[in-house]
T-cell receptor, first 113, second 112 residues
Framework: GNSVTQMEGPVTLSEEAFLTINCTYT??????LFWYVQYPGEGLQLLLK?????DKGSNKGFEATYRKETTSFHLEKGSVQVSDSAVYFC????????????FGTGTSLTVIP | DAMVIQNPRYQVTQFGKPVTLSCSQT?????MYWYQQKSSQAPKLLFH???????NEADTPDNFQSRRPNTSFCFLDIRSPGLGDAAMYLC???????????FGPGTRLTVT
């Protein structure tokens, strides 16, 4: 079946530290991969996405590369800010099924000044 | 400007008392979804509409129903809430397949 596994949190970092949140997936073929972010009191927002192998999604300084060989889509940011504190969700849609979203359990990030 | 609106943000209901959660959108998107998210768990898809076509997930309990009277509105009805139904309920919209989903802020349901 289809599933997403992401690293458990919570993660606490100092401002300007390097961030990695691991995400691996199980799916047949070539799913589309997403990172969503949920700020306190708000809904999930799309952060970035990649739709084919070796694609790199990027937004607001965050990056993630679609690695088919390792079935991974790790989220990275070189220098986090306090405003990046949120919960991050990795998700996939299986190939040719754009309305079936599978989410990971979320990773809570807190950035301290 | 809010694009996906959920009301109320917090809902308390009694065990067994029917409750309705509301979602509206200003995006004119074809697809609308309802997810259930329990604490520290991934959002779980309950059902979705593609226009008026209703699609129920196989493991969604019969206790959960949905209505979409028009493009803008979608409702989640829980006919007889149990304690295990306490969760955050998320509404999302999508312009069509293969597009991103836009989420509302969620309604947190408490069952007493």
């Amino acid at each position: 079946g289809n599933s997403v596994t992401q690293m458990e949190g919570p993660v606490t970092l100092s401002e300007e530290a390097f961030l990695t949140i691991n995400c691996t997936y199980t799916a047949t073929g070539y799913p589309s991969l997403f990172w969503y972010v949920q700020y306190p009191g708000e809904g999930l927002q799309l952060l970035l996405k990649a739709t084919k192998a070796d694609d790199k999604g990027s937004n607001k300084g965050f990056e993630a590369t679609y690695r088919k060989e390792t079935t991974s889509f790790h989220l990275e940011k070189g220098s986090v800010q306090v405003s990046d504190s949120a919960v991050y969700f990795c998700a996939l849609t299986p190939e040719n099924t754009g309305n079936q979203f599978y989410f990971g359990t979320g990773t809570s990030l807190t950035v301290i000044p | 400007d809010a694009m996906v609106i959920q009301n109320p943000r917090y809902q308390v209901t009694q065990f067994g008392k029917p409750v309705t959660l509301s979602c509206s959108q200003t995006l004119n998107h074809n697809v609308m979804y309802w997810y259930q998210q329990k604490s520290s768990q991934a959002p779980k898809l309950l059902f979705h509409y593609y226009d008026k076509d209703f699609n129920n997930e196989a493991d969604t309990p019969d206790n959960f129903q949905s209505r979409r009277p028009n493009t803008s509105f979608c409702f989640l009805d829980i006919r007889s809430p149990g304690l295990g139904d306490a969760a955050m309920y998320l509404c999302a919209t999508q312009r069509g397949l293969d597009y991103e989903q836009y989420f509302g802020p969620g309604t947190r349901l408490t069952v007493t």
